[in-house]
């Protein structure tokens, strides 16, 4: 098994939006905003895996968790190309997770755990309990807390230890007796959401112990623990506590677990084709479906192929077959192939995000727009903050070359792409573009001066 340790990359600095006024007046109302706003940078700054299906499973995890406490409903979740251990999660109901992270756990009750610990320092208003200690700084002095090691960078052989950003480092410095006991509630309170979500709070416990054996290995701390201190009283703590709970068992199958872990390493582009035979030899789905999608990236399809009709012979019926397949058949330009290939499975589950935009992918490629627009309209109206829905919607504008709004149209969903992709400035420029088109139509006119308006007051929110 790959862990994160193995991994090597950097990650690039995400410039954390000045606030103004001082962190206590943070209040429920603008932490949505908050929530945005960083999601936008991090969008904008970090390197993220946009994969529907991975994406959609750790989101479920994630609303499950969030469910039980009293935030409202997510902003969302990214994940993070990233090989280093972390994770961390923003006021407003955003989660973050590196690769790294689902790579070195062992189920996914272990990652709910992470997902727990993360929202119950969120629900806690941690962030906010800090004031006194950053008493006159901006929420970028929170950011050691909220935004944690994902602003950091992996230490460097330059470098030599783990570079951190200055209030982190501050925090660690200042705070480090009151951030453990920050951190001991957010363990306490942690698993009780997982418990009360339908995972086994021993993952938490689990995952302290496993995650502090393999960093006694390494010439570095792993970015989660330099931003959440790991002692031996709070991992006999966290054991005690979960011992203390109704014994449920692991909520997912072993193997529905490797299939994502050994997916999110290759779409990380984090192990190697010699690591994937030998899952394969052991007539193992994850690593038939690993390879599948590796020699997809390589241009092989010939090659995934072979792989993919190995895996159909083990499991008929794992969604993975049909977005594979379709991608096989896309990659050879066979596009109706790949309409044929995914069409049923999408008519069953109209509901699953990673089949509608697969299948809006093929309709693009077929030049069918309209068909387009009804598919993702459904989930854009649910989620306005779907990059990659949006970015397949301009698409689909582009090639409707019979609308008389078609540049109009192009313009808007173009500018929502780069707005939630925290290009603010283009995006605003892009609608005011839209706005001088659509001069002629007043309906249209009034929609996009609404937006226009939104768009300029959140990139010049102050709090």
């Given at each position: ?9 950097s990650?690039p ?16 109302q ?134 951190m ?28 959401f ?18 502090n ?25 966290a ?16 193997q ?189 006119q ?8 939104q ?9």
């Open positions: 098994m790959s862990s994160a340790s193995e991994f090597g990359s990650s600095q995400v410039i954390v939006p000045e606030f103004g006024g001082g962190v206590g007046l943070i209040d429920r603008k932490e949505k905003l908050i929530g945005e706003k960083v999601y936008r940078e991090i969008q904008n700054q970090l390197p993220l895996i946009h994969d529907a299906w991975l994406e959609d499973h750790f989101m479920l995890v994630f609303s499950q968790i969030l469910s039980q406490t009293q935030l409202g409903q997510p902003v969302g979740l990214v994940i993070v190309n990233d090989p280093q251990i972390n994770a961390f999660a923003v006021p407003g109901g955003l989660f973050a997770i590196n690769s790294g992270m689902i790579t070195s756990a062992k189920n996914l009750d272990e990652v709910a755990g992470v997902m727990g610990h993360e929202i119950a320092h969120v629900a806690q208003r941690h962030y906010s309990r800090s004031q006194e200690a950053f008493k006159g700084q901006s929420l970028l002095a929170l950011a050691g807390i909220i935004i944690g090691a994902a602003i950091a960078t992996k230490a460097s052989g330059d470098a030599g230890s783990a570079v950003l200055g209030t982190q480092a501050a925090l660690l410095d200042k705070q480090l007796s009151y951030s453990r006991d920050q951190e001991r509630e957010a363990d306490r309170i942690g698993m009780q997982m418990d009360q979500a339908g995972y086994n709070p021993q993952a938490m416990a689990d995952f302290f112990e496993s995650m054996r393999s960093s006694t290995q390494l010439s570095f701390l792993p970015d989660f623990w330099l931003t959440h201190p790991l002692t031996t009283e709070r991992m006999s703590e054991r005690l506590r979960a011992n203390q709970f109704t014994p449920i068992p692991y909520s997912n199958t072993r529905e677990f490797e299939i994502l872990k050994w997916y999110t390493a290759v779409v990380s582009r984090h192990v190697s084709e010699e690591q994937l035979k030998l899952l394969a030899r052991q007539k193992s789905l994850a690593g038939l479906f690993a390879l599948t999608q590796f020699h997809i990236q390589q241009g092989d399809y010939a090659e995934a192929q072979g792989y993919l009709n190995a895996a159909k012979a083990i499991n008929t019926q794992h969604n993975l077959n049909y977005l594979l397949q379709a991608d096989i058949y896309l990659g050879q330009n066979k596009v109706d192939d790949a309409y044929n290939a995914l069409i049923s499975r999408q008519r069953i589950a109209p509901e699953n995000r990673a089949l509608a935009y697969k299948l809006a992918e093929i309709l693009i490629r077929q030049n069918k727009p309209k068909d387009v627009e009804k598919i993702l309209n459904t989930f854009l109206q649910k989620n306005e903050r779907d990059v990659s829905g949006w970015q397949l919607l301009q698409q689909a504008a582009d090639i409707d070359k019979t609308n008389p709004m078609r540049t109009v149209n192009v313009l808007r969903y173009r500018a929502e792409y780069q707005f939630w992709s925290g290009d603010e400035v283009p995006a605003i420029k892009s609608l005011l573009h839209a706005q001088r088109l659509a001069k002629n139509n007043d309906l249209m009034a929609k996009i001066s609404g937006r226009l308006k768009m300029q007051e959140q990139h010049n929110l102050k709090i």
